[in-house]
């Protein structure tokens, strides 16, 4: 996160922007804090930072649910 | 607008005060405090206005009154010190006389263009500085320069108006960054509700279907979305041929 140097509710915005439901306390809470997201909101949240990665010329580097072990609560 | 000449005559503070900030950038915004500058104080060669870009911490010069102030401006950035970047830096006023012992490249190139000295006032925002209101001089201070306070008033209004705006943009930024993300949602959503009738999955695995795809072309995932609602829209299936199984 601190590579990139967005706010935390532009991030939320862009989750949103994938299909993400979860209110912005509980993204903020994954990221800054050591909760977990269920598989769809994980991917989402991965899904919009990688977006984030494109805009810079780097492809993709943050893992997605299926290619990282990680605690899940679903 | 029409500028006073009269440094006694603050009038044309209000004028500032009554601007419309709907109808005006903020750059609009600091055209006229620079104009306003220019027009009312004395002896001023020029005057710009630098702003402090967060994140990042760059400066820049949106609005100068000629491009000799705007390279003396630059002059200062990137590392190399002035009393424009000091002003912003320590939230205080800098009144600096151009002696060419501080800042030896800035100082060369103001003393070059006429400049005797430079006060640099801080736009102040909560307590922090945004910019600076910086005043090039062809006279040092205390050689019979009016009161400073039309400068003071100056600077604090332009804080005001600048502070005003840059809420203005915020609020216009984070409305087209949500009808951006409100589109792409919609646009993801139709593309999801293709693949779960094509493919006969969830909605979950339509998403997956279209992360994957997007990772593999490594192209945003709400643009794989809309071709893939485009090709839908515009090649549908065929209809089953009712002779097919004759």
Avoid at chain 2, 117 to 131: F, H, I, K, Q
Avoid at chain 2, 137 to 164: T, W
Wanted: with cysteine; glycine share 8%.
């Amino acid at each position: 996160m601190g590579m990139l140097d967005i706010p935390i509710d532009h991030l939320w915005v862009d989750y949103i922007g994938l299909g993400g439901e979860l209110p912005l306390a509980e993204i903020a809470e994954f990221v800054y804090g050591d909760s977990a997201l269920p598989d769809r909101d994980y991917d989402r949240l991965a899904q919009a930072l990688n977006e984030l990665f494109m805009d810079r010329d780097e492809d993709h580097p943050f893992p997605y649910a299926d290619e990282v072990d990680r605690p899940a609560d679903t | 607008l029409t500028g006073k000449s009269d440094p006694e005559d603050q009038s044309f503070l209000s004028s500032l005060a009554s601007v419309a900030y709907s109808q005006l950038t903020v750059t609009d915004v600091l055209e006229l405090v620079v104009g306003l500058a220019t027009q009312t104080l004395d002896d001023l060669i020029g005057a710009s206005v630098s702003v402090h870009i967060q994140p990042g911490g760059r400066f820049e010069t949106p609005t100068a009154s000629s491009p000799v102030v705007r390279e003396l401006d630059e002059l200062q950035y990137g590392g190399r010190g002035g009393p424009c970047v000091d002003a912003i830096l320590t939230g205080s006023e800098v009144r600096a006389l151009i002696s060419g012992v501080r800042y030896p490249e800035f100082e060369a190139a103001a003393a070059q263009a006429g400049v005797a000295s430079v006060r640099s006032l801080p736009l102040l925002v909560e307590g922090n500085a945004v910019g600076a209101l910086n005043l090039y001089s062809a006279k040092a201070p205390g050689l019979g320069q009016p009161d400073s306070s039309p400068a003071e008033g100056l600077a604090s209004y332009a804080a005001i108006v600048l502070s005003n705006a840059m809420a203005w943009d915020k609020v216009q930024d984070a409305n087209s960054r949500l009808t951006r993300a409100l589109a792409s949602r919609g646009v993801i959503g139709q593309a999801q509700g293709i693949l779960i009738a094509r493919e006969h999955i969830g909605p979950d695995e339509a998403f997956d279907i279209l992360r994957r795809a997007s990772q593999r072309m490594n192209r945003k995932l709400r643009d794989v979305a809309a071709e893939l609602v485009d090709q839908a829209s515009t090649h549908p299936p065929r209809e089953p041929d009712p002779d097919a199984n004759r």
